[in-house]
């Protein structure tokens, strides 16, 4: 009987942390050390798939026996980017830019071993309809969340119904991990 590899989540992120739990049990984490993509000559969906892999990649030769999970995450309206913002300030304006529109999520996943080499990239895409939003409303969301660590500026998780009207696809992949495709993937590895 074949041993199943250690799996690790390459990623600091409590959300992701959470989502993989219901899936199994046993995983460690570690913090993939790598800078971000964010080249405006990539797709979103490119970005995302991107900086998964490299995220991976990273953790992986560090342990070149188990099966990595890197995943990234990336908000875009029509082909502009929405990363973690830098201040609240850059927040609000996220808000007030995705305010009354529907835009993309998309996450990026990468499953990686080096011993043996296998390697699957996919990526997931959820619609998600905002509110039409006004400063005061953008000001008592922000009071409520940190946004400095969510692309976007935003946590459909954390009070997402005062300014979300709806979402189309898969709501555990705008929290950070799109668990229907990822429980698939991991079957058929």
């Known amino acids: 009987m074949k041993q199943k590899p250690k799996i690790i989540l390459a990623s600091q992120s409590p959300r992701r942390r959470m989502l993989l739990k219901r899936l199994m049990a046993n995983f460690e984490c570690e913090v993939a050390e790598i800078e971000e993509t964010a080249s405006r000559h990539l797709t979103p969906n490119e970005i995302a798939k991107t900086n998964a892999h490299r995220k991976a990649l990273a953790v992986a030769k560090n342990h070149p026996k188990a099966l990595v999970i890197g995943s990234d995450t990336v908000v875009a309206l029509a082909s502009k980017t929405f990363a973690k913002p830098k201040d609240l300030q850059e927040a609000a304006g996220f808000l007030k830019k995705l305010s009354g529109k529907t835009h993309q999520v998309i996450t990026g996943v990468s499953l990686l071993s080096l011993e043996p080499f296998k390697v699957k990239l996919f990526s ?66």
């Open 124 to 189: 997931e895409t959820t619609h998600v309809g905002f509110q039409k939003l006004n400063d005061q409303n953008i000001r008592e969301y922000l009071s409520m969340i940190n946004p400095l660590d969510k692309a976007g500026g935003y946590a459909i998780q954390e009070h997402g119904e005062w300014i979300i009207g709806e979402i189309f696809g898969s709501y555990t992949n705008v929290v950070g991990l799109p668990m229907e495709r990822l429980r698939e993937e991991l079957k058929l590895w």
